[in-house]
């Protein structure tokens, strides 16, 4: 029994510190400001980032010269954004605050991968 707990708690915990370590990503991402030839390149509309335009920046990341460095934080975030949107489907008939907070989730997820996407044009052209 003892066992048991103990393997639940650990599995707690280690859920919990991925949730945090994705959250800590994405709020520092956020912070970045993508530039004006990356938004047109990639066809986005101002610094809107849609939750469904991920999946494309992600493609177009792909294509991209890896710096190296970021594909670790690549394989997380694609995790957790396809985490939040099953998630979404789940909870969205419950409330429209849910909704609202997993879309906000899935934006932030979307501008992870254009900051990541102006990073690798980045190294492109210098």
């Known amino acids: 029994m003892l066992p048991s707990?103990?393997?639940?708690?650990?599995?707690?915990a280690l859920v919990q510190f991925a949730f945090?370590?994705?959250r800590s990503l994405l709020l520092?991402?956020?912070?970045v400001q993508v530039s004006e030839h990356t938004l047109?390149?990639?066809?986005?509309?101002?610094?809107?980032?849609?939750?469904?335009e991920f999946g494309r920046l992600m493609a177009l990341v792909d294509m991209q010269v890896s710096p190296g460095d970021d594909g670790a934080e690549i394989r997380v975030i694609t995790f957790y954004h396809e985490?939040?949107?099953?998630?979404?489907?789940?909870?969205?008939?419950l409330g429209r605050?849910?909704?609202?907070?997993?879309?906000?989730?899935?934006?932030?997820?979307?501008?992870?991968?254009?900051?990541?996407l102006d990073r690798r044009?980045?190294?492109?052209?210098e």
Not at 97 to 116: I, N, Q, Y
């Open 20 to 22: 945090a370590y994705c």
């Open 83 to 93: 985490l939040l949107r099953s998630a979404r489907i789940l909870v969205s008939p």
């Open 121 to 125: 044009l980045s190294v492109v052209t």
């Open 97 to 116: 605050g849910a909704s609202t907070w997993f879309d906000r989730e899935l934006s932030l997820c979307t501008h992870f991968a254009a900051v990541t």
């Open 28 to 31: 520092a991402y956020a912070k």
């Open 5 to 12: 707990l103990i393997f639940i708690f650990s599995i707690g």
């Open 40 to 52: 047109q390149l990639a066809g986005l509309i101002g610094e809107i980032f849609r939750p469904h």
